[in-house]
């Protein structure tokens, strides 16, 4: 019968656990950094579906200006300009690209008590 000794045993183990860290966690990275893993196709579908793809956003409002005082305007991250015509009406042209359709930009607009 074999005698074990459980120092080594247990320091083997030990050094067992802590390589196959090291290995996962150098896996993880390489993965992450340079998609070391990932199949060709995978890759051609990620490069296709990054940058390729806009979505283009095009909508327009129109009221009518007799019954507009005040015009508030929010917005999150985009520029606005205001354009004064001799046009009886207000018009609210929204328009740019996205990269990502769920997450798209949208115009939200109402008249409520002579404010739009």
Do not use: W
Not at 46 to 61: A, R
């Amino acid at each position: 019968m074999r005698v074990y000794n459980e120092k080594k045993v247990i320091t083997g183990l030990i050094i067992i656990i802590i390589c196959s860290m090291l290995l996962g966690g150098a896996g993880y990275v390489l993965e992450y950094k340079f998609g070391f893993l990932k199949s060709r196709n995978e890759i051609a579908q990620d490069n296709n579906n990054s940058s390729n793809d806009n979505f283009n956003i095009n909508t327009t409002k129109e009221y009518n200006s007799s019954n507009i005082k005040t015009i508030n305007v929010e917005t999150v991250s985009t520029n606005i300009n205001i354009i004064p015509t001799e046009d009886d009406k207000v018009r609210i042209h929204f328009y740019g690209n996205t990269n990502t359709e769920n997450a798209a930009s949208y115009l939200e607009s109402k008249v409520y008590l002579n404010k739009l």
